[in-house]
């Protein structure tokens, strides 16, 4: 772990160096990517509606899109005023993205919104929560991996977009 701090820091990786500060962040990080959700959510449960038929199941239509979008949508009012905002984002990670795909409505925000609920999953401390049960901070160093994960996933995906451009026909002829 001292190689990996060392290499960081000739990298020029930002340091951590008040935990505190950065658990703030990560607070008002989840409650600003809660709200996000809870519109996405919502505007997606509330046309689900119109736009599915419903799932026959046994015997009776429901509509399975919109309650699983007011799910989603329960789930980021959860991360918005921190009840239980570890779970729900744990369970926001595993369940959006395939909620995005299910519904025709993936692109890049799901795909780079899994590893930021992972992110804060892992971070929270219990800061700007309705329960007020703060944790002790993560130290420095956990965030820095975190903060680390997050760059190299990113920068992976902004890799495969490039690669992605460069093999698209409409891309290439200069249609989009």
Same mark, same amino acid.
């Given at each position: 772990?001292?190689?990996? $701090?060392?290499?960081?820091?000739? #990298?020029?990786?930002?340091?951590? !160096? !008040?935990?505190?500060?950065? =658990? ?6 989840? %409650? %600003?990517?809660?709200?996000?959700? #809870?519109?996405?959510?919502?505007? /997606?449960?509330? !046309?689900?509606?119109?736009?599915? !038929?419903?799932? $026959? ?18 789930? =980021? ?5 921190? /009840? ?11 369940? +959006?993205? *395939?909620?995005? /795909? ?12 899994? &590893?930021?609920?992972? =992110?804060? *999953?892992?971070?929270? $401390? @219990?800061?700007?929560?309705? +329960? @007020? ?11 820095? #991996? %975190? ?5 190299? =996933?990113? *920068?992976?995906?902004?890799?495969? #977009?490039?690669?992605? +451009? %460069?093999?698209? &026909? ?7």
């Amino acid at each position: 772990m001292r190689f990996l $701090s060392k290499a960081l820091d000739r #990298a020029g990786f930002p340091r951590i !160096d !008040d935990p505190e500060a950065e =658990a703030r962040k990560v607070a008002v990080l989840r %409650v %600003v990517v809660g709200l996000l959700l #809870a519109w996405r959510s919502g505007v /997606i449960a509330y !046309d689900a509606v119109y736009y599915f !038929d419903p799932t $026959s199941l046994m015997g009776r239509p429901l509509p399975l899109e919109a309650i699983a979008g007011w799910m989603q949508c329960a789930l =980021a009012w959860g991360l918005v005023f921190g /009840i239980v905002p570890r779970t729900c984002a744990v369970l926001l990670m595993l369940t +959006h993205a *395939a909620f995005s /795909i299910w519904t025709g409505t993936y692109n890049l925000g799901p795909m780079l919104l899994v &590893p930021i609920l992972g =992110a804060m *999953a892992v971070l929270d $401390s @219990g800061k700007l929560t309705v +329960h @007020g049960r703060v944790r002790q901070p993560p130290p420095a160093a956990a965030f820095r #991996a %975190v903060y680390l994960i997050l760059f190299l =996933a990113y *920068a992976g995906w902004s890799f495969q #977009a490039v690669l992605y +451009h %460069v093999r698209d &026909p409409y891309w290439i002829e200069g249609r989009t």
